[in-house]
């Protein structure tokens, strides 16, 4: 009876430690919501999809916002996604690993531009903002979120 | 009883300190009235004194130092166990005799190691992560409010339902040379990464 309950004890623990790596596993692959958003200093509209990223938005001295598009891309660990951006430049979301207080570190970079590393909890938000368009005065506010 | 074996018995415990102040009388009356009695009772002093002296001295003569070598010589040598061996027999007496005390440790590590993963899972989906500080220059943090209630895109957008500003850290920013990058944390807790070319 001693060894029928040894056993099943050491096979309890052997089980524990055996599923436990597998519950902090890292996730395959994460999906990123990237929104593209023209501001402009002239007046304008405010387009109502916007309203969202307004609070993102209020900081900076724009007061017509256009929502351009929104797109979700699924990214796996290791690998990367790119978005066509309006100007002509690619914004590339690459997923590196998974922070050890849980969060994902994405490198986020536009050819030409910029090159960064972020660490988003899910629905947190970067804003990269102010790549220049090419037809003057509008430049675009990209928010990228880390889907829920 | 015999009255003799009586006394003689009363005289065993009178040299013991033994007796009564009656019965002590009573001894010394007749050892004074019977010298057989008393060459008795000398010879029973001597003898016991003899013994006690012969014991003495058998053990000061003894060399407890060697005495214990030599038994641990007699001794069979324990072998060495091995960690398994060890950690075996732990495992048995544990199991055999503190069965409770184990049962409650291994829940104590199965309550540790999935509670641990299910913080993991909590923080990666947002639900308590406090964002550590950065040790990276051109850091924004975030966030310091709580966060907005999630709101829907208007307009009959498809794909996001929710954008609550959370939790975000700038790690590196490296702009491209003919571009400045500034990076902040706006009021509403996400980080911004504004970007402008070079002024010439």
């Known amino acids: 009876m001693t060894t029928s309950l040894s056993r099943r004890i050491f096979l309890a623990l052997l089980l524990t430690l055996v599923a436990s790596p597998a519950l902090a596993e890292e996730p395959a692959q994460v999906s990123v919501d990237v929104t593209i958003v023209e501001a402009s200093k002239k007046d304008g509209p405010v387009d109502p999809r916007v309203k969202p990223f307004q609070d993102q938005l209020d900081d900076f001295a724009y007061k017509s916002f256009k929502l351009v598009s929104e797109k979700r891309v699924s990214v796996p660990k290791g690998g990367k996604q790119t978005v066509g951006l309006p100007n002509g430049k690619t914004l590339t979301v690459g997923y590196t690993k998974v922070d050890k207080d849980g969060r994902v570190r994405l490198r986020l970079a536009i050819d030409g531009v910029v090159s960064t590393s972020v660490s988003l909890a899910k629905g947190g938000s970067v804003v990269l903002g102010g790549p220049a368009l090419p037809h003057g005065e509008s430049v675009l506010f990209v928010p990228v979120t880390l889907s829920k | ?200």
């Open chain 2, 1 to 200: 009883m015999d009255p003799r074996n009586e006394l003689l018995m009363l005289l065993s415990a009178y040299r013991d300190g033994e007796l009564t102040p009656a019965e002590k009388a009573r001894v010394e009356q007749a050892l004074a009235q019977d010298p057989s009695l008393a060459l008795r009772l000398s010879d029973w002093n001597a003898l016991s004194g003899g013994v006690q002296a012969t014991l003495q001295q058998a053990g000061d003569g003894l060399d407890d130092a060697a005495f214990l070598k030599g038994l641990q010589a007699k001794l069979p040598v324990a072998p060495s166990l091995s960690f398994g061996t060890r950690l075996s027999i732990w495992w048995s007496e544990m199991v055999q005799f503190r069965p409770l005390s184990l049962a409650s440790g291994f829940a104590a590590a199965a309550v540790l190691v999935l509670g641990g993963s299910y913080l993991g899972a909590q923080a990666l989906s947002g639900g308590g992560a406090v964002p550590v500080a950065p040790n990276a220059p051109l850091i924004a943090e975030a966030p310091k409010a709580p966060p907005p209630a999630p709101q829907p895109l208007g307009g009959g957008a498809t794909a996001v339902a929710s954008r609550t500003p959370k939790a975000s850290t700038v790690r590196e920013v490296k702009p491209h040379p003919d571009h400045d990058a500034i990076v902040f944390e706006n009021h509403a807790g996400a980080s911004v990464i504004f970007l402008r070319p070079t002024r010439k």
